[in-house]
């Protein structure tokens, strides 16, 4: 029997919780990238100075940073989050703070003829960005956004800091109760090289999918 | 609720901690803007064998997290006899982890040179070597310098995870500080705007940077 095979069970335990963070923080970053990119396109000033503000602070920190804050200094104002829960709700408004920044230049790539267009036949603002700008936007958002998910998973490591038992934080009971901190590593570069290949090969099935039938990037 | 005694305390240690956090900066950039040229020279290498694990290692090191590549360094390589103090691992694995993300920036730099370039040079007669050194490459990079910045700037973001090695960077202080005194609002809230500041000035700085290269 392998030798590394006793080390496994605790792992894939971890692994699990990785997967499970990586996907709501996804749900997260997601919402976050799309409100946080039309409101920098709002027509009311406030809401492009608030989606701004957002953008700078997330963006302007350290993910590490953000969630010691949310996890240790948030208490003082009441707010308990579990280790969980501030993972997913930090990494997502971190990533989806350069998401925003993503959509916002997509959705002002379009070709300003579609604006045009939208103004002749009487759209409202928010059909013309919904219905007109937005399904043009995507093609173009996928490759930049199928990185940031990359960094997403990368950065869900950085839970185990915050006590969160994922991948990492197992890695690290293991190896203070075993000591085999070289077979511990390597399995846990090849759990996330193994995801993050698979997480890639999604992103660009999905854009050959969306791709199908048009030119790259929409009606040119 | 907010404690000024306990600010005016914490300031100090927390500048002091920045220092060490510009010195893990400086560190690993140096490292990353050289490892990071090597390897896009090594990808475009003639050896099959040197271009394709080139291509490969710099793919698995940025597929995987800087945390697990940081423990990495700091627990496996002991047992080989490696033993580095802590800020000298952190700073390895920070300008390994973005030597990954330079030698992207640097094959963008080198493929936007014309094909022309490379066929004078090889009129001339250059070698591999001078061909790199004299034509691609002052060329390549300059146009690439405010590329490489956000990188600077997004290592810079990355080194409270060194505080993971017990390195006494801002994270690292802030922590301690949280833990004697019991109050984590001031010493975090300090840490996080002081990389706010920073983060903002520097990206202006880059754009500056930017736009003067624009210009020539």
Known sequence: ??????????????????????????????????????ARLSGVRIVRAAARLYIDVFRGTSALVQLFWV????????????????????????????????????????PREQREAAVALNFTRWQTLWRILTPQAILPILPPFGNLWIELLKSTALVSMITLNELVFQAQ???????????????????????????????????ARLSVGREYGGMR | MWDWQLTWQALPTLLEAFGVTLRA?????????????????????????????????????RSTPLLVQIYFLFYVLPNFGVAWPPLTTGIIALG?????????????????????QWEAATALNLGRFHTFRAV???????????????????????????????????????????????RYLEPLTIVGIIFLVASLVSAQLIRRLEMRLARQ
Do not use: C
Not at chain 1, 6 to 35: E, K, M, Y
Not at chain 1, 71 to 96: C, D, E, Q, R
Not at chain 2, 139 to 158: C, E, R, S, T, W
């Open chain 1, 71 to 110: 996890y240790f200094a948030l208490p003082f104002f009441g707010i308990n989050l579990s280790a969980m829960t501030a993972g997913i709700v930090v990494l997502g408004l971190n990533i989806g703070a350069y998401g925003g920044e993503v959509v916002r230049a997509a959705i002002e790539a379009v």
């Open chain 1, 1 to 38: 029997m392998p030798h590394f095979l006793d080390l496994l069970p605790p792992l894939l335990n971890g692994l699990a919780i990785t997967v499970q963070l990586t996907l709501g923080a996804t749900v997260v970053a997601l919402a976050a990238s799309f409100a946080a990119g039309f």
């Open chain 2, 136 to 182: 691609i490459l002052p060329q390549a990079i300059p146009p690439v310098i405010p590329a490489l910045g956000n990188y600077l700037v997004a290592m810079f973001k990355d080194t409270p995870l060194l505080a993971a090695i017990t390195v006494h960077e801002m994270l690292q202080a802030a922590k301690l500080i949280g833990s004697e005194t019991f």
């Open chain 2, 96 to 116: 390994l982890h973005y030597s990954s993300y330079t030698a992207e920036v640097y094959r963008a730099g080198i493929e936007a040179v014309p094909r022309g």
């Open chain 1, 173 to 207: 009971t293991l190896r203070t109760s075993t000591l085999r901190s070289g077979e511990i590593f390597f399995l846990v570069l090849i759990f996330y090289y193994v995801l993050s290949t698979g997480m890639t090969q999604t992103v660009r099935r999905l854009e």
């Open chain 2, 25 to 61: 900066t400086a560190g690993g950039m140096a490292l990353a803007i050289t490892l990071g040229l090597v390897w896009a020279v090594a990808r475009r290498a003639r050896n099959k064998l040197v271009a394709r694990v080139s291509w490969w290692a710099v793919d698995f090191i």
